[in-house]
């Protein structure tokens, strides 16, 4: 695994317009479409947005957990053991956040709840100062702390599956999929293609096969 880190300025300005595509995103989608299946195994477009919505709070509230500590990850090191790949059978997970999902009256109101939640994280990021974040029990500088979450929006705007659309975090995320396996990805492939096939979520053409190093898992 490589050292990857992001200025905060750079990172707040990133996070921001990859927050607000995520949301033109969802938004251009109706009720059925939400309705239908994403990329992510046993998950619909819409358990995607309220994963989504449910990360940007935890996110929201990371902006003012300072602390002194000295870093101990950056914006590579801290996918090594994120939680949610803990649990080696996701199945009740998966369960659980469609239970959750299937609180909402219609995936309408699911999009307006996540509009608003993405609005105070966008605000909360903005205002947040230049620093050392403590989060799930790691400790990260401020610009590899929202970097993670640029690269989290990017992924799950590609789940969503409604169009052949490039996120402008995807070049963060192909740098980040890159760091954490210690090798490049084919240099033939666009950053899209790339990070689909980094992640395992789309094969390769044959002559653009990755190293051994991949698939990664974020």
Same mark, same amino acid.
Request: with cysteine.
């Given at each position: 695994m490589r050292q990857l880190s992001f200025p905060h300025e750079q990172a707040v300005e990133r996070l921001g317009r990859q927050v607000r595509e995520?949301?033109?995103?969802?938004?251009?989608?109706?009720?059925?479409?939400?309705?239908?299946?994403?990329?992510?195994?046993?998950?619909?477009?819409?358990?995607?947005?309220?994963?989504?919505?449910m990360g940007l709070q935890e996110m929201a509230l990371g902006t003012v957990a300072g602390r002194a500590e000295e870093p101990d990850r950056d914006?590579?090191?801290?996918?090594?053991?994120?939680?949610?790949?803990?649990?080696?059978?996701?199945?009740? &997970?998966? !369960?659980? #956040?469609?239970?959750?999902?299937?609180?909402? $009256?219609?995936? @309408?109101?699911?999009?307006?709840? /996540?509009?608003?939640?993405?609005?105070?994280?966008?605000?909360?990021?903005?205002?947040?100062?230049?620093?050392?974040?403590?989060?799930?029990?790691?400790?990260?500088?401020?610009?590899?702390?929202?970097?993670?979450?640029?690269?989290?929006?990017?992924? &799950?705007? !590609?789940? #969503?599956?409604?169009?052949?659309?490039?996120? $402008?975090?995807? @070049?963060?995320?192909?740098?980040? /999929?890159?760091a954490v396996a210690g090798a490049e990805l084919p240099a033939a492939l666009d950053d899209r293609d790339a990070v689909l096939v980094g992640l395992?979520?789309?094969?390769?053409?044959?002559?653009?096969?990755?190293?051994?190093?991949?698939?990664?898992?974020?």
């Amino acid at each position: 695994m490589r050292q990857l880190s992001f200025p905060h300025e750079q990172a707040v300005e990133r996070l921001g317009r990859q927050v607000r595509e995520f949301v033109a995103a969802v938004g251009s989608a109706g009720d059925l479409e939400l309705l239908g299946p994403s990329p992510c195994h046993g998950w619909s477009r819409l358990d995607v947005v309220v994963h989504v919505r449910m990360g940007l709070q935890e996110m929201a509230l990371g902006t003012v957990a300072g602390r002194a500590e000295e870093p101990d990850r950056d914006a590579a090191s801290y996918w090594a053991d994120h939680q949610d790949d803990r649990d080696d059978d996701p199945v009740a &997970h998966i !369960l659980w #956040l469609r239970r959750t999902a299937a609180a909402y $009256s219609r995936p @309408a109101a699911a999009v307006t709840h /996540l509009r608003d939640v993405a609005d105070f994280a966008v605000r909360a990021v903005q205002t947040m100062p230049e620093g050392t974040v403590a989060f799930q029990g790691k400790h990260l500088r401020s610009g590899d702390f929202l970097a993670t979450w640029v690269v989290e929006l990017a992924v &799950h705007q !590609l789940d #969503l599956d409604l169009a052949e659309d490039s996120p $402008s975090g995807l @070049a963060w995320t192909r740098a980040t /999929l890159e760091a954490v396996a210690g090798a490049e990805l084919p240099a033939a492939l666009d950053d899209r293609d790339a990070v689909l096939v980094g992640l395992g979520r789309q094969q390769p053409p044959p002559s653009a096969q990755p190293g051994p190093a991949f698939p990664v898992s974020l």
